[in-house]
């Protein structure tokens, strides 16, 4: 088969319509206009249908020019030809080859726009409406995200964030946990978790392919090291209970909310989330009863908390100028104090360090080194599950008269009366 039969001086004269041959299905399409392009012609029973009984096809190669971005030249038109009359002979049609390959091109150039930040935002919009939990909520979106982060704090994926989450490896993954691993092993599985999450969803979305580099099993478990659950387990620092009368009285004398939402926290031994989001729908002030919905809980269980005394007294003023339905109503309309702002409260009179999740334990300590109210009656107040659905509904009417004894002792101690009073003996 002749091949390279044109010359370059040859194709720049040819004005005439028409189509020169440069031999091997390669040729030169002259348009009446004075225009030239590229036409690779092959044949073949491979390529016979009911439409193209010859088998003859054909594609362009580009218009022809000469040092000219998006021109083809004479040796580059060869060189093309010489690629599709390779694929020709290994049966493969080559324009619908070159069609395949611009398409992964584009699908592949299209990744580079899922960046694990974009990916991360998109999953955390979907699924974000499911999460009750105010704290889980926060975590994906200033530890994963990084949105509106605090100065100095902790931006855990800040080095994957802009990366495409098809060129996210394992390496990348092992960089952010290595650090944290052994001295924040909550937190850094945490992260590890949510990475993992993002790139699946990531894979769901057919954005990347193969293992996910933030699995655990057989990938990162061997490159960070074994701990122990019981050496790694850090509970919440708890405020040692002797402390509570004195910091009850200090709180006391504050007129600020957030010291009022504190001194509730601690009477009712309740998550912190639970009371800064509660709403006067859910307080009975004359039966001195806070039932919170079970869309509320973690567990997604209604929850009911006899109010001592002392938890009434610190209502009523605010429920006879109450303007929101938020028990503890914030400075943004219609929407609760900030959680930062108790926090702060906390660390400011109970010393740094102190976590508000900590002022449970600090009552379950009092519970179990000074009384001896029943284990179930504690747990209970403490909104854990005891047995199961129906030993719950047997017990609830008498567990809530316990209770209502155990949360007026805890008041009492807090407020430092405690000390003339017998302590209930078995609740």
Request: charged share 30%; net charge positive.
């Amino acid at each position: 088969m002749a091949t390279e039969k044109l010359t370059t001086k040859q194709i720049e004269h040819a004005n005439t319509k028409g189509r020169l041959s440069d031999g091997g299905g390669l040729y030169l399409d002259v348009k009446a206009s004075g225009a030239k392009a590229w036409v690779y012609v092959w044949r073949g029973k491979r390529w016979v249908t009911p439409d193209n009984a010859s088998g003859r096809r054909e594609m362009g190669l580009g218009k022809y020019g000469l040092d000219k971005s998006g021109l083809v030249s004479l040796k580059k038109a060869r060189e093309l030809a010489a690629e599709c009359r390779a694929l020709v002979g290994e049966g493969i049609d080559p324009k619908r080859h070159r069609d395949q390959s611009n398409y992964q091109a584009k699908q592949e150039a299209a990744k580079k726009l899922y960046t694990f930040g974009s990916i991360a935002l998109e999953y955390i919009e979907a699924n974000e409406p499911s999460w009750k939990n105010a704290a889980h909520r926060r975590q994906w979106r200033f530890s994963t995200l990084g949105e509106n982060i605090k100065k100095g704090s902790p931006d855990y994926c800040r080095s994957i964030r802009s990366k495409p989450v098809d060129e996210i490896t394992r390496d990348d993954v092992l960089a952010i946990l290595k650090p944290i691993w052994t001295e924040k092993m909550e937190t850094a599985e945490r992260i590890q978790g949510r990475i993992e999450t993002v790139l699946d969803y990531a894979a769901e979305k057919r954005l990347r392919d193969g293992l996910n580099p933030a699995t655990m099993k057989g990938n990162l478990r061997g490159s960070l090291p074994h701990i122990p659950k019981s050496k790694r387990v850090k509970h919440h620092k708890a405020l040692p209970f002797e402390q509570v009368p004195t910091l009850v009285i200090t709180l006391t004398q504050s007129e600020a909310l957030s010291a009022t939402v504190l001194l509730f926290i601690i009477l009712n031994a309740n998550r912190s989330g639970e009371a800064i989001n509660a709403r006067w729908s859910e307080i009975d002030l004359d039966g001195a009863m806070w039932s919170i919905p079970a869309d509320r809980m973690k567990g997604s269980r209604l929850h009911e908390i006899p109010l001592s005394g002392q938890s009434a007294a610190l209502l009523r003023p605010l429920y006879e100028l109450r303007q929101s339905e938020y028990v503890f109503a914030g400075q943004k309309p219609n929407r609760p104090i900030s959680a930062m702002a108790v926090d702060k409260t906390l660390k400011r009179y109970g010393g740094e360090g102190q976590t508000l999740h900590g002022l449970r334990s600090t009552f379950r300590d009092w519970c179990g080194e000074t009384t001896n109210f029943e284990r179930e009656t504690v747990e209970l107040a403490l909104s854990h599950r005891i047995g199961d659905a129906a030993e719950q509904a047997y017990r609830r009417g008498a567990a809530l008269e316990k209770r209502r004894v155990l949360m007026q002792a805890w008041a009492d101690y807090a407020f430092g009366v405690a000390g003339d009073k017998v302590v209930p003996m078995h609740g």
